[in-house]
């Protein structure tokens, strides 16, 4: 147990479909971050929000929606998804963007 | 921008047996370094991190690292391995990366760890 929760843990959806991922700290952290889990592929930076502002954002296509109401709480909404968007997709905060980064177990997205 | 490498994509070894797993960078100044280790269907642990001083870190589970600035290596090591050790390490590098002007966390692309028992 991290401190950081995410749910759903599963979640199968279809390319019409609009889903929302969330993610929780309990570590009174201040950075949390997208990452996006592949197969053979390193893990990808998706978005780095530090204080509730967005700091990054890697070329993620606008079909990947975040929002970060407070620096507790992450969501990542997704829309109209491609079979390749299939991945694992972990949370994770630190206390600042310089610091270590706490993981959330992940959400498990299959698109179908 | 910079780089990390874990040359080893699967090891295997023998429950009792040593372990080392290889880390390389690739950074002009030295960088944070991290080991992150990944059972199946989980996130990310941390095991351990060096920032500065010692040379040689202990983390959690038994595991430690030695970083050396020569080599630009941050190797991972456990005396004695145990079946539950089995899992996929990631190596990671923070550093200021120049090209987007902000702090980076970059991982390698991870060593699988398999126990025979």
């Known amino acids: 147990e991290t401190g950081v929760t995410q749910t759903p843990r599963h979640l199968v959806m279809g390319m019409t479909n609009k889903k929302s991922l969330k993610c929780e700290q309990h570590l009174g952290h201040n950075a949390m971050y997208w990452y996006k889990q592949s197969a053979k592929k390193p893990l990808e930076l998706m978005f780095v929000?530090?204080?509730?502002?967005?700091?990054e954002n890697n070329s993620v296509p606008s079909r990947f929606s975040p929002e970060c109401p407070n620096s507790s709480h992450l969501f990542l909404h997704l829309h109209t998804l491609q079979p390749e968007d299939s991945a694992l997709y972990l949370c994770?905060?630190?206390?600042?963007?310089?610091?270590?980064?706490?993981f959330g177990p992940g959400t498990r997205l299959t698109v179908t | 921008a910079q780089s990390v490498t874990q040359p080893d994509i699967h090891i295997t070894v023998s429950e009792g047996a040593s372990l080392e797993l290889r880390c390389n960078y690739s950074y002009g100044a030295t960088p944070y370094l991290f080991w992150y280790v990944q059972s199946p269907g989980q996130g990310l642990q941390l095991l351990l991190k060096y920032f500065s001083g010692d040379t040689l870190v202990q983390g959690i589970k038994g595991f430690e690292a030695e970083f050396k600035r020569s080599q630009s290596s941050f190797n991972l090591r456990k005396p004695s391995v145990h079946w539950s050790d089995a899992a996929e390490y990631f190596c990671?590098?923070?550093?200021?990366?120049?090209?987007?002007?902000?702090?980076?966390?970059?991982f390698g692309k991870g060593t699988k760890l398999s126990v025979i028992p």
């Open positions: 994770a905060s630190s206390r600042g963007v310089d610091n270590e980064q706490y």
């Open positions: 929000y530090n204080f509730k502002e967005q700091t």
């Open positions: 990671a590098v923070g550093a200021l990366d120049s090209g987007a002007g902000s702090y980076q966390l970059t």
